[in-house]
Each structure stands twice: as structure tokens, then as C-alpha cells.
């Protein structure tokens, strides 16, 4: 079986990489880089701005992976928010259309998107079929997931995986709360009271390799989050423990984050508790299911 993933060379395409290879499937990836890997993983040009993807990426393909896009991590610009949103729409956008234009036969489609769909609450926990919000990350994940949509419509097993804060220290959110906590500066943000909805990097490419591996599964939206969300506070708090770090200084205030940076303050202010019931009623075992487990595996204690 062959799986095309477009940003596979990111976080969280590389660790799905690494697990199809060790159950022998093809990997193909679709990158604005041209590169040559050692471990058998072909990569594909193209380029979501220009319009332009190699199509030799599509002879024999069984399974498409949408990961691409702008980092929202960097400061939120006009510009740049529009690129963050057009990079995900145009992109998922072109493999439609050259899937269409083929005829590529998938047998399933795998989108990413965000648990910033849901609007920002202290006190409910979202299911998959609850209304979106209405700030800016919810709008790119509507627009990403309508594009993703497309696929559904001509008969493609489409997913849609909600995806919380993915938890490795080799990127992401975690390397970022654990650096001012290692200079003895770390605090929780804002009221600390924000729930997290993280996910241990292995669990969340796991998800993925199970929607693809479990036929029976039925499309659609899957929260690709862990069983037990934390607020901020504790998770900040989880991980000065895990580095031996005490945490003196009191919470930053929201007021500060938003001077400091800017509309991108959201991404840590944010509360999106989440459920994880119905990745887990189809069979998904995790093998983090609990932070502390989580961060012990990740700082190798
Ligand atoms: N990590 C998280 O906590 C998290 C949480 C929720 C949702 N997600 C979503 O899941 C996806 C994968 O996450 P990740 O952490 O693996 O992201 P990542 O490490 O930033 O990788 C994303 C990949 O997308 C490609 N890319 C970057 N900018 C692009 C652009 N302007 N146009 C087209 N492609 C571009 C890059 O591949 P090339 O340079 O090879 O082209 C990059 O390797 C992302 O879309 C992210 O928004 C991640």
C-alpha cells in the first residue's frame, strides 16, 4: 500500500512516516523542497502558491495524508494570517483537483485539522459534532475542512482529525512551555485555567495509521486528542516536575501575552476542551493515556 503525505517532512508527518515504514508501506511525500531521503521515502515537488505538483506522485496511490501548511506559531501579520489560511485551502485545494483530474482511485482521504474549530470555553467539552467558533483559527480549520469535504463528495472515504496540542521535543508547543521553565522563568499563561487538550506525538500519528489500517471504520471527524485534557496550570506545572524545575513566578497575565504577541496570544489562551470518545469507541488504544506517562516518555525518565 502506498500513503502520499503532503508536509510530511513536519512534525507530525515524520513520525507517521516512520511507523507506515516499519509495517512496510510505501511513503511518498509531496514537499516545496526537492530532497532525497536514505530511508526509501520519495519525494514529490510542488507548490500550493503556484499551482504546479509532480502527478508521477499519484500513479498507484492508496492513500492521501493532508498535512501542509504555514506554521501558525510565527506572529500574525495580515499577511501572514492570510498565508497560514490560503497555504491549507490552496493546498488541499490542488490535491483534490489532480485526484479529480486523474482519476486517482484513494481508497481514503486523511485531512488534518485543529481543535481551535471549536469555540473558546472554560466550562464545555466539544464532540465531534458541535458548531464551530468563530475567531480566526476556527475559520481556517471550516475553510480547510470544507476543501477536505470535496473529496467526500466524489466518493472518497474522507477523515477530518481535530488535532490538540501535540506533545514531542522535537517541535510544537511542548519545546516552547519547557524553555522559559529550564531558566527558572516559567509560569502559566493567562488565568491557567484554559483547558489543553494535548496528545503524545506517537498516539496522534497512531491515529492516523488506524484510520487507515481499520477498514470498518466510517469517515468523517475524529477529536484527535488524548483521554485527559489539562488546564494550562497543570500542565505547566506536569512539566516543570518532569524537568526537576521549580516554578516561582506568578501566572502571566492575558493582558501581557496579548502586548507580547499580539492576535497569536489565542493559541495559548485558548480553551478547547475536547472529547476523545469516539477515536477511542473505534478501537484506538493509547499508548499515553495519561500526561504524566506522556511527559516521562518524552524527557526519557
Ligand atoms: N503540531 C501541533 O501541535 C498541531 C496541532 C493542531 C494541528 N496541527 C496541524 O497539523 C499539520 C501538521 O503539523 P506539524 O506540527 O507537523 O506541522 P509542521 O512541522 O509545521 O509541518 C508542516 C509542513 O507543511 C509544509 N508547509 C509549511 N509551510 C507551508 C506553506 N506555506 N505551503 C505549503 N506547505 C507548507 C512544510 O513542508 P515542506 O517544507 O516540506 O513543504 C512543513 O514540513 C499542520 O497543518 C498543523 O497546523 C498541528
Redesign the pocket.
Known sequence: MTVLIS?G?????EAITQILLAKNFSVRHL???ASRRPDGVEVFAWD?DKGTIDEAAFKDLHYIIN??????AKRWTPEYKS?VLR??VE?TRLLFNTVEKLGTPLKAFLS?S?VGYYPNSLSETFSEDDAPGNDFLSLVCQKWEQEAINFEQIGIKTFRLR????LSTK???LPQMALPIKYGFGAALGSGKQWMPWIHLEDLARQFVHCIENNHLEGGVYNAVGPKSVTNKVLTEAIAKSLGRPLILPAVPAFALKLILGEMSETVLASNRCSHEKIHSSGFKYKFPLLEQALNNLYDK
Do not use: F, K, W
Open positions: 508536509g517532512s513536519g512534525l507530525v508527518g514537499s516545496r523542497r500550493p498535512l501542509a501548511g504555514a506554521s501558525i498565508e497555504s491549507r493546498g488534518a485543529a488535532i490538540g496540542i501535540v517541535g510544537g508547543a
